[in-house]
């Protein structure tokens, strides 16, 4: 056995190195190393992200030439005031809030059973090939659904086929039309945070309640729903703020109704006046941080 | 006791995928009775347990609560409450709130639940932490409130798994304590789920111990300890020494497998020769200091390497050093013959 | 969890109800596929396989899709380095301004993709000066697929404490090879999972990218959405959605599968 | 690149006296189908022609409206456009394209008069672009539903309420013309005379006209195959529509049928454009004359749907015939999409026309 | 012995933000010494071992090892090596690779590397599971392969936090044999953290009382046990009977405060006469049957209640049941006087 040659001494740590050097800074230099973690991270952030949307915003504060199309730094508050003041910005908004809190609750309601099913009443197998079920539809294009369910609603569509024994008829295009549709697209994004959030909550406490006498439904409401709340939330911002923004699904299935998305849309790439663009812009982001500002201090934000 | 047990399971079997987690157990447990169902990991405590809750279904056999089949009874209508190793309480809710669960999903008035509620957490001194939530409590304390949360409800038997297999030494030794007084105050069916031979012993009226599904031995502490059937049960509950056929024939002479516990033996200096006791020489290998005792290694000449457990009192004739000879002592009658497996 | 009988047959039917309607019109498109109508109309007319030959052929499908995984696999790669230095840094320290840091990973989706586009588009192209092309949509999806990896490695973090970096410096190692060979390999699975996200998100953006896409750029995405507009194209996207789902079955199933080992290594 | 700063009035860039050496690549922005190089469809290229005879290789770009083509050409990342009359004198305005010198395009020469020097591709005599095809904004009608057979575009406006939630729009601020046309048949006393030159009252009177049409709309439609598909399934039943459409649809169903009615229809012309910035002039030039010879004229306005630009082109189509091609009579009938300004296009001078942007505004209000 | 001790500590102070978790804790531990730091949670102990391995910064005061001050120098640079609570093993490597770990990062070499992990393994009896994923293991094989891979890097010191605490009872005293072991042969300074003080007596040369971030008492298990030099140390170490100032006047007939352990005393059934012995009269108010031993909880009539522990064997003259009257007994030399905490 060669192993009786070989001398049983401590290896010497390889002191000294460059990269060992460092590594002893940084381990005495906490700040050093989370400024090198940092550094890139906010830079690309900050300088991509944040500095184009205040510059967006400020041009909300700029006019454009009506002829040229070109804008203006000519400082006025009239984009602003139109957007508060217009009747037409008071009535899509409103619609447009309507529809993405439709399609969050909706959402919300089939995302609960089928995440709790995935999460604890499904084995192992069948939960991993529910997953499967769940995701898969994400790589199907978004435009292709859209247009799927446009074929689905249409008049003599698959819906009516199916309704029309039963008395009903398909909603046609339109609002609701446009909430089923995007209810469909978020889908997904609302049942993965629902199910990850489920999977957390340990089976015990869903067997002290039914020890304790809670039967099935009392224990949803008692137990699972108010811990499964953060992901719940989670969900919603995904599906409340795709909605918020959306214009494509409108035009595709919304029949005549516009949302705030097609306005937007509208004066960016057809009426080439970004100011204004800019100006309606600020309703769904102020939307969106009140949203976000609510919802903070549930933890919904670490369930994305 | 009366005549009928609380707790009736006839070839209670449970089959997971590919294990026999429990396999057809027989067991009935008088009402008022703290039993103890003792054995190594994985050997099926848990899910007997969770077999009696409702949590699992059973592969085969029947469960009954009080003379009534509760085979397939969800837990929600079964007459009995869990207390979990985890504690499982309900973190979005105080301590109060946890309490008084049972009570508010039984329909009980606003006013009536939080009476109750605060009359059980008082019962394990907890009534000034109500409106805290479980993780401003420590271990012990959230243990407590697992307790008052199942007894609150006023089931007819209580399962207790490991309920203080998270807790450390000092604490779990005053939890044992203060579990037997509940007991006795209660008057309830305590099933009580271990590892831990000394705290089964400590607490329990019965003791089942399991091995591989199976209940190999079922009677009192004193029953398990002094007179185990079987190689397994002599070495699990306690430490003893074995002696396998060779060494019965050379130290003891007699034929087949006996045990001696420790603290059955006294080391002299030399032989005894009082009535019934016998001596066999050996050496010393180690002497550990415990406190209220000493344990000493000895290698017996003609047998296996023993230990012996000293009280540390006065009444020790020798305080052996390590490579000391010594004659290790014992009674005839503290020789227990074991059953042999296949027997 | 051992639920009552009914409850149980119930969770299952709304389950499977959900999943039928989930899978409804991808049926739809399924049927399209192989439809003689060229508009996607209901019932197909009649069965034909010429648009699985002809989608197999379009040079500019195949190309849409090459566009599509070379922007998705850029804008993971770097939201999968920004977005694990980020969770590394919110999760390890403790530093004032935390809060809005975790705020600033989300924003980009929380706020709708019109607006990240409107702004990314004037940033670009008002501001900057520079012109749009692939980079340009890379840079948009990059920052916008930040949180997903951020969410999956920093759950992963806060699962793993520090103790095996403790382990590897106590044996002798420095930062940077306690990364390597420590942290690292741990995190890789959730690296996996935030990354699939992404790709996914990216692969199907559609807003974003019409305002940040430069000319001659034409992802998946956008390909479809001009495709709508052309006579007879219609089926082969429905062709090409379906080769999607399909395929994308793979990754999912691996994802899953690695995830779940992960698991039971635990 | 074209910043916000820079841009300068319209009409000021010259064209090119003579062309030089290609560039080797060209970059395009067209309407869907324009420019197809054989990638959607291998039968289906007029690209490697063009690449092969002049080594210009082509990257192009779709647009789906009018407005998103302006917007897009204030990027200046492209050579040539392809647009239609409602953008045309936009992009003019703002500088973004050149002035064409048609002596350098040999194909312009057999273009149908009727298209060239209009309002919507020259100024002041100059030419900006050459004619491409054009087609009208027709009514389309389900035949089993609308009957008798419409001749009047009374069906999706005073009559509508009969196919209330069946009637589809163009979803364009341009349809504000339809109703225009309309109006200047029917209400005399408002004087329109072009529908793209209309004063406050006249353009609210379109507005008003447009709302009132708003509740009885099922769908706006701006692409191709929702509209097909909504007459296909009976979404809609009566509205605007291409002939093309109507192609698509003989195809599948039978039972809709398209007509120019009386009062005229609006249409399109479309031109194309060379950018002022382009950066590659010669490469633009060769393509604005491979793409207006007979032969690929035929095929890139066939493919799309629409009539071509010259007679000669008709030697290499068949259905010359539907889209009446060279038809001046009906062409005359077509109030080609031209971009609404101030300065009012019928020449009226004593008031001031609505500009687009008004029109988009309204728009956006007329759909609400 | 050598002159210079392995590890010095000198006024070592740690505050986190409000807690001070470690105060001016003064400390020599020679070479080759098994220390033990034993104390209830929260007492600091982790934060001691931490600073000495240099996972965190002391807020004052200074640490040498083997002469050298290492109190600036990062864990990486450091010859002493950790075996966590947890074990911190890498779930991702072999069992060959996490012991191989610290020799990879020292650079040496692959088939050396190999080697010397083996016959680490070899060590701790584990050689054939070289090739196992951590997971694959149970608690026991976990531990042995965490301190294989501290061990393979032959540190001068060797730091285990409550190395044991995650272990059964069976597993864990198992365990305590075999660590004592591995120290003998290795020859090297191990400072062991528990909160079990029967663990510390059983392994220790010398044990440090922690409370409340300073050492209460050092000394060597017999010191602790025999002659606790607090109220707080008499109780932690072992169970005792405790005697304040009233109860020593009436049942000891002595001033101050006084300590007797549960094994010094006796029960009989009359009062003791024998010299140096004395007794005191009570009433049975409980008998555990511990196995080993019983625990006879006693009400003395002038006096506290107390806990009698007899050793289950047949020296034992009464078998008192609830309820009885018996004489409990003493000598005088057992009783241990506590010095107050003032003084
Ligand atoms: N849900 C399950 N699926 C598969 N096997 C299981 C399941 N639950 C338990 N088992 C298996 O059944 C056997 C008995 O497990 P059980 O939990 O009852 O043991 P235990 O005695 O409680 O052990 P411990 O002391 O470790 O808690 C084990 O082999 C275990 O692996
Ligand atoms: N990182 C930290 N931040 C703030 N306080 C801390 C930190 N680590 C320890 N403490 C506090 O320092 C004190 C000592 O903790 P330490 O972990 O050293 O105790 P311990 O004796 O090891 O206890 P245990 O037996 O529970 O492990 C405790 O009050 C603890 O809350
Ligand atoms: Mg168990
Ligand atoms: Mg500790």
């Known amino acids: 056995m060669t192993s009786a040659h070989t001398t049983r001494r401590a290896p010497a740590l390889p002191r000294a190195s460059a990269a060992r050097r460092g590594s002893a800074f940084l381990t005495a230099h906490p700040r050093v190393r989370l400024g090198l973690l940092l550094a890139a991270p906010l830079f690309w952030l900050v300088v991509v992200y944040i500095v184009a949307l205040v510059l967006l915003l400020v041009t909300a504060f700029w006019t454009v030439d009506s002829f040229t199309g070109e804008i203006r730094i000519d400082w006025t508050l009239d984009n602003i005031v139109t957007v508060l003041t217009g009747a037409l910005y008071q009535t899509v908004t409103l619609r447009t809030v309507g529809v993405a809190a439709a399609v969050t609750v909706i959402d919300v309601l089939l995302a609960l059973p089928i995440a709790f099913f995935m999460a604890k009443v499904a084995g192992p197998r069948l939960q991993r090939i529910l997953v499967i079920a769940v995701l898969m539809p994400l790589w199907a294009s978004y435009l292709v659904k859209a247009y799927a369910w446009r074929s689905v609603l249409s008049q003599d569509g698959i819906l009516e086929w199916l309704l029309a024994p039963l008395g009903l008829h398909t909603p046609g295009y339109g609002l609701t039309a446009t909430i089923i549709t995007l209810s469909y697209l978020w889908l997904p994004y609302v049942i993965l945070p629902i199910y990850a959030g489920l999977e957390r909550v340990p089976d015990s406490l869903l067997e002290a309640s039914s020890d304790l006498g809670g039967r099935t439904w009392r224990t949803m409401r008692s137990v699972v729903l108010p811990l499964a709340f953060p992901a719940i939330v989670a969900g919603t911002i995904f599906s409340f703020s795709l909605s918020l923004g959306d214009y494509i699904t409108v035009n595709i299935v919304g029949g005549a109704s516009q949302m705030l998305g097609n306005l937007v849309y509208t004066n960016v790439g057809a009426a080439n006046n970004l100011p204004l663009a800019a100006a309606i812009a600020l309703i769904p982001i102020v939307i969106i941080f009140g949203y976000l500002a609510l919802v903070r201090r549930t933890g919904a934000l670490d369930n994305l | 006791m009366t005549a009928q047990p609380a707790i009736r399971l006839s070839g209670l079997t449970k089959e997971f995928a590919s294990v026999t987690a429990v396999d057809h157990v027989d067991l009935e447990i008088a009402e008022g009775e703290f039993f103890s169902m003792l054995g190594p990991s994985g050997s099926g405590k848990t899910t007997v347990l969770r077999l009696i809750a409702g949590f699992e279904q059973p592969t085969g056999g029947t469960i009954e609560l009080f003379g009534a089949d509760v085979t397939r009874t969800p837990p929600f209508d079964r007459p009995v409450n869990t207390v979990f190793q985890d504690y499982a309480l309900f973190p979005h809710m105080s301590v109060l709130d946890n309490v008084a669960y049972g009570l508010r999903v039984r329909g009980v008035g606003r006013a009536e639940r939080r009476e109750r509620a605060m009359r059980a957490l008082a019962a394990v001194r907890l009534d000034g932490f109500a409106d805290r939530k479980p993780a401003q409590l420590s271990g012990g304390q959230r243990q407590r409130v697992a307790l008052a949360r199942a007894t609150v409800v006023e089931p007819k038997a209580l399962l207790l798994d490991e309920p203080l297999g998270a807790l450390d030494l000092k604490l779990r030794e005053q939890m044992q304590v203060e579990l037997k007084q509940l007991q006795r105050e209660l008057g309830i069916t305590f099933i009580f789920v271990t590892h831990d031979q000394e705290e089964a012993l400590t607490l329990s009226d019965r003791v089942a111990v399991f091995h591989d599904g199976r209940i190999e031995q079922l009677g009192t502490p004193r029953e398990l300890y002094e007179n185990p059937a079987s190689h397994f049960v002599a070495d699990f509950v306690g430490t003893t020494n074995l002696f396998g056929p060779d060494h019965a024939r050379t130290v003891l002479g007699r034929e087949g497998e006996f045990s001696i516990r420790p603290e059955k033996l006294t080391l002299a200096a030399a032989p005894s020769a009082a009535g019934g006791e016998r001596s066999a020489a050996g050496t010393v290998v180690d002497s550990i200091y415990l406190g209220s005792g000493l344990r000493h290694i000895v290698d017996l000449d003609d047998g296996p390497r023993i230990s012996v457990l000293e009280r540390n009192d006065r009444s020790r004739t020798v305080d052996p050093g390590r490579g000391d000879r010594v004659h290790v002592t014992w009674h005839d009658e503290d020789v227990v013959a074991l059953i042999p497996p296949g027997a | 969890m051992r639920l009552g009988r009914a409850a149980r047959i119930t969770l299952g039917a709304v389950t499977a109800l959900i999943l039928v309607v989930i899978y409804l019109p991808l049926l739809v498109v399924l049927a399209n596929s192989f439809s003689t109508s060229t508009s996607l109309s209901w019932p197909p007319p009649g069965f034909t396989l010429e648009w699985w030959g002809r989608a197999f052929q379009s040079a500019g499908a195949l190309d849409a899709v090459g566009t599509s995984v070379a922007v998705a696999v850029v804008a993971t790669a770097v939201a999968l380095v920004l977005g694990t230095l980020i969770s590394l840094a919110l999760q390890r320290f403790a530093f004032f301004g935390r809060d809005a840091i975790s705020l600033l990973v989300v924003l980009p989706i929380a706020l709708p993709g019109i607006i990240t586009g409107i702004a990314l588009n004037n940033f670009f192209r008002t501001i900057l000066g520079v012109p749009l092309s692939i980079w340009t949509v890379v840079i948009a999806h990059a920052t916008f697929c930040i949180v997903t990896v951020f969410n999956n490695v920093i759950a992963r973090l806060r699962r793993l404490g520090v103790n095996l970096e403790e382990a590897s410096a106590d044996l002798g190692a420095g930062v940077w090879t306690t990364f390597r060979l420590v942290t690292f390999p741990q995190l890789r699975s959730a690296l996996l999972a935030g990354g699939l996200l992404a790709f996914a998100l990216s692969f199907d953006e559609i807003i974003v990218t019409t305002f940040t896409a430069g000319s001659g750029v034409t992802t998946l995405p956008i390909f479809i959405l001009n495709n709508m507009f052309r006579p007879n194209q219609a089926p082969i996207v429905a062709v090409i959605a379906v080769v999607l789902v399909v395929v994308s079955i793979v990754p999912i199933y691996l994802a899953q599968r690695l995830s779940g080992s992960e698991q039971t290594r635990r | 690149a074209c910043g916000t700063a820079g841009g300068g009035g319209g009409g000021t860039a010259s064209e090119q006296e003579e062309l030089g050496d290609f560039e080797g690549s060209v970059s395009i922005l067209a309407w869907p189908g324009y420019v197809e190089d054989g990638s959607n469809d291998p039968e289906v290229d007029w690209v490697s022609g063009f690449t092969e005879k002049t080594g210009c290789a082509v990257v192009s770009k779709s647009y789906g409206t009018s407005d998103e083509a302006v917007s897009l050409m204030k990027t200046g990342d492209y050579d040539v456009v392809a647009a239609s009359g409602d953008a045309t004198l936009r992009l003019i305005a703002a500088g973004d394209v050149a002035p064409v010198n048609t002596d350098l395009i040999p194909s312009y020469a057999g273009v149908y008069d009727f298209l060239k020097e209009k309002e919507w591709n020259s100024v002041d005599g100059v030419s900006y672009g050459v004619p491409h095809g054009y087609g009208a904004n027709l009514l389309m009608y ?142 633009a030039y060769a393509w604005l004359d491979w793409i207006a010879s007979p032969e690929v004229n035929a095929q890139a306005t066939a493919y799309f749907g629409e009539a071509p630009s010259s007679d000669a082109a008709c030697d290499f189509r068949d259905d010359c015939e539907a889209y009446h091609a060279g038809d001046a009579d009906y062409a005359s009938k077509i109030w080609y999409w031209t971009t609404p300004i101030a300065e009012c296009v019928d020449g009226r001078t004593d008031v001031e026309c609505v500009d687009y942007s008004k029109w988009t505004e309204a728009w956006s209000e007329i759909k609400g």
Not at chain 4, 260 to 281: C, H, N, R
Request: aromatic fraction near 10%; proline fraction near 5%; charged fraction near 20%.
């Open chain 4, 142 to 283: 389900n035949t089993d539903v609308v009957s008798p057979a419409p001749t009047s575009w009374d069906v999706v406006f005073d009559g509508a309420s009969a196919y209330s939630g069946k009637v589809t729009s163009y979803d364009s601020p341009i349809y504000i013309a339809d109703a225009a046309v309309y109006l200047m048949a029917h209400e005399p006393d408002l004087g329109i005379t072009n529908p793209y030159a209309l004063d406050e009252t006249q353009f609210a009177a379109a507005v008003d006209l447009l709302k009132a049409q708003r509740s009885h709309v099922g769908e706006y439609w701006s692409d191709y195959l929702k509209e097909i598909q909504a007459f296909e399934s009976g979404d809609s039943v009566v509205g605007t529509t291409w002939q093309v459409i109507q192609n698509v649809l003989a195809g599948e169903v039978s039972n809709t049928a398209v007509v120019l009615p009386d009062e005229g229809a609006t249409g399109w012309s479309d031109t194309w454009m060379i950018a002022s910035k382009a950066k590659s002039p010669n490469c």
